[in-house]
């Protein structure tokens, strides 16, 4: 048996008008403010304060980024900022060489062999490191 699938799930109803549920409360809230602003400001200042109420509720209301609706944007942009961060450090893995200084470079003149390098097969590192990544204690 084959079934269709729902490809647009993600629509909300117009609720009021051409608005949303979310969009109405948005712009109803802010006219709520600018007419208890009418009473208590002059009307320069008023119609300031308007302008600027108005604005944002209409940019939260209809403005949609990459798909997304303001309000999710900022509260994403809000919960990245305020929550810890874990930066993990990875080591390079580079070739070790041998620098040989001058000094070191003629007392060694006679003998043609490297310097032994003396590389822990366990390190303290490589072991805490395990447990960082595998969150063992």
């Known amino acids: ?14 609720i009021i008008g051409p608005l949303t549920f979310k969009q109405f409360v948005y712009v109803g809230l802010a006219g709520a403010a600018c007419f208890v ?22 940019f939260l209301a209809f403005v949609t980024i990459g798909g997304r609706s303001l309000p ?3 509260a994403n ?8 961060k874990m930066y ?7 070739v070790v060489g041998v620098i040989k200084s001058p000094s070191v470079a003629k ?5 043609e062999e490297e310097l ?3 590389i822990a097969e ?11 990544e595998t969150k063992t204690r």
Do not use: N
Not at 37 to 58: D, K, N, P, R, V
């Open 107 to 111: 007392a060694m003149e006679g003998k």
């Open 1 to 14: 048996m084959r079934f269709t699938v729902p490809q647009f799930i993600d629509y909300e109803p117009k």
């Open 116 to 118: 032994p390098l003396k």
């Open 37 to 58: 602003l009418y009473f208590s400001l002059s009307f320069t200042t008023f119609l300031i304060a308007t302008i600027f109420i108005m604005g944002g509720a209409f």
């Open 77 to 84: 942009f809000l919960k990245y900022s305020l929550a810890p």
């Open 122 to 132: 366990k390190s303290q590192l490589k072991k805490l490191h395990t447990k960082i």
């Open 88 to 94: 993990i450090w990875r080591k390079k893995e580079e």
């Open 72 to 74: 999710t944007i900022l």
